[in-house]
């Protein structure tokens, strides 16, 4: 079955079985490897894309659904602004998610940190919660996600 | 740092298209023989290999253990590998998968934990110190419990895998997710019967291992290895996530019993310990764990008089692992649980009962050895009771337990463990081994390690480019970790038991000191080795119990405060007070970091259901889930009068289930014997304690 | 040899007159909307699909939110992540945290109401409450609708008809003035899972009406409507429930479900009427 969609904003047609999994279609088909999977059942947080702007389990998702829809991975996120918020307060909290669990954790944080208002922990361990990776020092993670906010709250003033 | 993250690669991440799949056809009962194996017509690039297929070695081997790579037509577990079938197009095969129908004559009795024949007993170890049975005779109080424990997953989110490829030259390249490449090695190179110079390993990116990856990646490393040598064509072999639930090697599950003497003051007289440990149907590393389980069994506590029996035992369940120190977990959980009885009985505090009963020096251990570093047992259990306001909050709780009311609000209590970890293997089995790590500080300034450890998480490879960096003062980004190819790296021994703080860092330290001393003396490139052999003598001798168990031996505290809905019977935990003497802590942030997740996880496992066999392919829970509430963990390192680096990342996990399991208990004034602790099983000894007073109230 | 491997055929209805029809023409297809009920229960890396597809989310009206006066109606594939952006004001509190405790906030994302509505797999967490609230649903096939309360959609001999789709969720906007809903158990065994709800209208000192409703994993929906006719009336603060006999009418009735219901889930359902009916109490 050929589908046309966009991925990491450039259009792209494939020919593929129409149930097979977004998560492979991204890894195998287009090489893209950062993003990893591991339950296929939506569990895990390991697959998180976004699928017109909404993060997504690209393993809950047959590629049948994604006609004409735009899918950004991290691949295609890592050179925005908006990643270098998450990342540089990562960076500086010293939170090191392990590569596995690390493109479904900043695909996350970024819609959580997308909203109005500063995250407070409780929602921060929610996040966590939906990531069955326990890599990483959840003290370090709740600061991370907090000085990001911050990060793009302040970008967000300079660019006003 | 993190930016280095895209370039990781996992065992997953080398499948492309186009590759040669395997899928691992597994017998669907747990036990009886093959009677019949009907498969469907396949298409040309597909096959199947069955065990007699197998090249040559048709056993796995670890240490001096072995199993069969693959079925050899009696089955002795549910999921135990029978047949590969391997193709390129993976839809194909899996519905090829489907279509294999395997007969079985299954008049068979399942062997069991619960209830063993000598038939079953793979190793037994019995330990007598004292005259433990006229001790018990003037006991003031004898205590009698049994406690059980329950197979527990790795759930680790990257899968178990190996890849295989050919080379021109006719040799082979596996890359495996393990633990122990050459152990890989040797093991492809049997099966295959080709040189071992011939194999070479190389080890992908892995998350934390809890050394899961011991020894079951040689077997799948095998298979990878047997289908590419057969078709010439690179394949891979990637666990599916329910498969690696149910039937990779896991923690073994265990039955325990105490029984303790106790006198007037509440000072222990006499033990005896039983101890049944399920191996599963093939105990691969049974020598190892009946060592550590008898070494832990009786905990830190002093004792003149004691009896320990372990036994590990075969059943009808897929072989058990490591997994987090490979015994120490289960009987600190018994232990320390029965602690807790023993101070009840006694009328005393839990924590003053401990400092009564700790050990002084390890002479003075239940199994003594010739250890002469003082232990500051003492000092660790103020420290946490200390945090935590244990005196208090233990009187306070225990009070309002006994006020069990729907409606008085969530019950609170605390627990209070100790434990000390193993670093390094404790029996015989590596004494002839020795482990090499090299270092080379080229031209351009930047420095290369070569070794086969793997690390254990990301943490330990960025201290390893600290410390060498330290050393040589040069940026910790100029120092690179060599693959770990077997061809270019030399033997570094299997990565477990934190080993690699114990042995691994302290060899790289070695090679870097050693370049620095010659740095300016000598042209660059200037390349330094330096191997480690386990003393061959004064080592531990499992037959007498006695010498040295350990290189190093770390030792932690630890007080669980917890909440419970009485309604619900939900459970949270309100806090854990954590404190450890683990020798020279290399890396104070990296060593929170390592016990803070180690903390979370085991919170997580006390509490979470296992997997149950049989007709639940689906619905069981795939991953663990995480607390959606974030409780407070402090953390002290006391300072040490060890002046090596021990390890820290199991003391988490024999800790946390005790003093938790405790807390829970204390709270509904239950006792619970069994691990995970679950909401179901907080039911039952509500049920329990209910029976026994509305008995109490008849009679 | 193995042949003939076919995948599903994926159509891709813009009407709802256009999926009935197709519907009615192939009425073993697969009505597929965010579809996380069927690919999180087949972990195989190409989930197994009946041969033809009906993709329903091009199909706007299937999901449009509106708000009346009386009610609001939710389309059966309105995301659940777009549910909660109504807000927890219009939801009502049991509502929203019914919805907001269903799987993570990504698979949310693409999960919809008439999955969890419809799905044979997973635990129906929303079912019990929306009985309660006497959420009514609209089943249409080519040439005919109906509206059925999701008390009857759950009885075998009144669910689905050949050809019928689910089409939209009514959720009548209610005046009880206390609300509980809990969702109790290991969430990642959702075979345990317990799903209590309980509401009451309290007006000057008496239940006006009370309504609970509480089920087990993916099993049915448990009731006790006699329980609930003898306490509505009843004049607060009511102490001693546990010795009142229509405290026992529910005990009995639990009882009587011992085949669905465990001991375990027993003393659950029981305490937490227990409790909220103190917090009826509390309130005066």
Request: some cysteine; charged content about 25%.
């Amino acid at each position: 079955m050929k589908i046309d969609f966009s991925l990491n904003g450039k259009k792209v047609s494939i020919d593929t079985l129409p149930e097979k999994r977004l998560i492979d279609v991204i890894r195998e088909d287009f090489g893209l490897m950062t993003t990893k999977n591991a339950c296929y059942s939506g569990e895990c947080g390991s697959c998180i894309v976004q699928l017109e702007g909404q993060p997504v389990p690209a393993c809950q998702i047959p590629v049948f659904t994604v006609r004409a829809k735009r899918i950004i991975t991290i691949e295609g996120f890592m050179g925005t602004e908006k990643y270098l918020d998450i990342i540089n307060a990562f960076n500086d909290m010293k939170c090191i998610p392990c590569p596995f669990c690390f493109t479904g954790k900043i695909m996350a944080v970024d819609s959580l940190i997308d909203n109005q208002r500063s995250p407070d922990t409780s929602e921060i361990m929610s996040l966590l919660s939906d990531h069955s990776c326990s890599c990483t020092s959840v003290t370090s993670f709740i600061n991370g996600v907090k000085v990001a906010y911050q990060n793009r709250e302040f970008r967000g003033e300079m660019l006003k | 740092m993190l930016e280095t993250h895209k370039n990781n690669r996992f065992i997953c991440d080398y499948y492309s298209l186009g590759m040669t799949v395997i899928r691992i056809i597994r017998a669907e009962v747990p036990g009886g023989t093959i009677t019949n194996i009907s498969l469907p017509e396949l298409p040309p690039d597909a096959g199947v290999i069955g065990y007699d297929d197998i090249p040559a070695e048709k056993n796995l081997s670890v240490f001096n253990r072995t199993m069969p790579l693959l079925c050899d037509g009696k089955i002795r577990y549910e999921g135990e590998p029978i047949l590969l079938l391997y193709g390129q197009n993976e839809q194909e095969i899996d519905i090829i998968a489907s279509c294999i129908k395997i007969d079985y004559e299954t008049d068979y009795t399942i062997s069991a934990l619960e209830s063993y024949t000598d038939e079953q007993i793979d190793r037994e170890l019995n330990f007598t110190r004292g005259k433990p049975e006229r001790n018990f005779e003037r006991s003031h109080k004898i205590v009698e419990e049994e406690y059980s424990t329950s197979e527990q997953n790795h759930y680790d989110l990257e899968p178990q895998g190996a890849a295989a490829f050919i080379k021109d030259d006719k040799s082979i390249a596996i890359t495996a997710a393990t633990q122990w490449p050459f152990n890989v090695r040797d093991n492809v190179s049997a099966c295959l019967d080709i040189q071992q110079k011939k194999v070479t390993v190389d080890v992908p990116a892995m998350g934390k291992t809890h050394s899961g990856k011991l020894w079951y990646a040689g077997l799948l490393a095998c298979y990878a290895a047997i289908v590419t040598w057969k078709t010439g064509k690179p394949s891979i072999c990637l666990i599916p996530k329910t498969d690696s639930i149910l039937y990779t090697p896991g923690r073994a599950a265990s039955i325990i019993r105490h029984k303790t003497g106790l006198d007037e003051n509440g000072k222990i007289l006499c033990r005896s310990i039983d101890i049944s440990i399920d191996s599963g149907a093939y105990p691969m590393l049974s020598e190892e764990v009946i060592n550590r389980i008898c070494f832990s069994a009786a905990g830190v506590y002093s004792t003149s008089a004691l009896k320990i029996t372990a036994r590990s035992l075969k059943t009808n369940n897929p072989p058990s692992g490591a997994f987090n120190g490979m015994g120490f977990h289960q009987s600190f959980f018994a232990g320390e649980s029965h602690a807790n009885s023993l101070a009840k009985a006694a009328g005393l505090c839990p924590l003053e009962w401990r400092k009564l009963n700790t050990a002084r020096k390890q002479i003075n251990l239940p199994i003594g050895w010739e250890g002469k570093k003082p232990m500051q047992l003492d000092k660790l259990l103020e420290t946490v009771a200390e945090m935590s306001d244990f005196r208090r909050k233990h009187a306070a709780y225990g009070l309002s337990a006994k006020m069990q009311n729907y409606f008085s609000g969530k019950k609170r209590g605390i627990g209070i463990s100790v434990c000390c970890q193993g670093n390094g293997f404790m029996g015989k089995v590596e004494e002839n081994e020795k482990y090499t790590v090299s270092a080379r500080l080229d031209t351009d300034g930047s420095l290369s390690l070569f070794t086969s450890a793997v690390p254990e998480n990301f943490q330990t490879s960025s201290l390893w480019c600290e410390i060498a960096g330290g050393i040589l003062e040069i940026d910790p980004t100029d120092v690179r970790i060599e693959t770990t190819d077997t061809s270019l790296v030399p033997d570094s021994g299997p990565s477990l038991f934190s080993r690699n703080i114990t042995i691994i860092t302290q060899l790289i330290e070695k090679c870097c000191n050693a370049i620095k001393k010659s740095r300016f003396r000598l042209p660059l490139p200037i390349e330094v080795k330096r191997s480690f052999r386990l003393p061959r003598t004064n080592g531990w001798d499992p037959e007498s119990f006695s010498g040295n168990p350990f290189p190093i031996v770390s030792w932690g505290a630890s007080v669980v405060e917890t909440e419970t809905d009485p309604i619900t019977l939900d459970t949270s935990v309100r806090g854990v007070w954590f404190a450890a003497d683990c020798g020279k802590i290399m890396n104070p942030y990296l060593a929170r970091a390592e016990v803070e997740s180690e903390i979370f996880r085991s919170v997580i496992s006390s509490t979470m259901k296992p997997p149950v066999l049989k007709n639940t392919r689906t619905g069981i829970p795939l991953t663990p889930i995480q607390p959606e509430t974030l409780f407070p963990i402090r953390i002290e390192f006391l300072d040490s009068r060890e002046t090596k680096p021990g390890g820290l990342g199991e003391l988490p996990d024999s800790l946390i289930p005790a003093a938790l399991s405790e807390a829970l208990s204390m709270g509904l004034d239950i006792k619970l014997r069994n691990l995970p602790s679950t909401s179901e099983s907080l039911f039952q000894q509500i049920e329990h304690r209910t029976r026994i007073e509305e008995q109490e109230l008849e009679d | 040899m193995i042949k003939n491997i076919r995948s599903p055929l994926v159509y891709y209805p813009k009407t709802i007159n256009e999926l009935l029809s197709l519907y009615k023409s192939m009425p073993d297809s697969l009505l597929y909307a965010g579809g996380t009920g069927i690919l999180s229960t087949r972990n195989t890396k190409y989930p197994e699909l009946p041969p033809n597809i009906l993709f329903l989310r091009r199909i706007d009206e299937l999901s449009a939110i509106r708000r009346s006066e009386g009610y609001l109606e939710i389309g059966a594939c309105a995301r659940l992540n777009r549910i909660l952006g109504i807000g927890e004001h219009v939801l009502k509190p049991a509502l929203y945290a019914a919805i907001k405790n269903i799987a993570t906030k990504e698979v949310r994302n693409i999960a919809t109401l008439g999955g969890n509505i419809c799905s044979p797999y997973r635990s129906k967490t929303l079912m019990p409450l929306l009985a309660l609230l006497d959420a009514r649903i609209e089943l249409r096939k080519q040439g005919g609708s109906r509206w059925l309360n999701v008390r009857k959609f759950i009885d075998p001999d009144e669910g689905f008809q050949e050809g019928e789709v689910l089409t939209r969720v009514r959720i009548p906007f209610n005046n009880y003035n206390h609300q509980s809903f809990i969702v109790t158990g290991d969430r990642a065994d959702y075979r345990s899972a317990l799903t209590f709800a309980c509401f009451a209208s309290v007006q000057k000192e008496n239940i006006a009406s009370i309504k609970f409703a509480a089920g087990v994993g993916n099993k049915g929906i448990f009731r006790a409507r006699e329980f609930e006719e003898a306490l509505a009336g009843r004049k607060l603060p009511l102490y001693g429930i546990t010795e009142d006999p229509v405290f026992t009418r529910l005990t009995t009735a639990l009882k009587n479900q011992e085949e669905e219901i465990s001991s375990f889930h027993r003393r659950q359902i029981e305490g937490l009427f227990l409790t909220f009916m103190h917090s009826l109490n509390d309130m005066l």
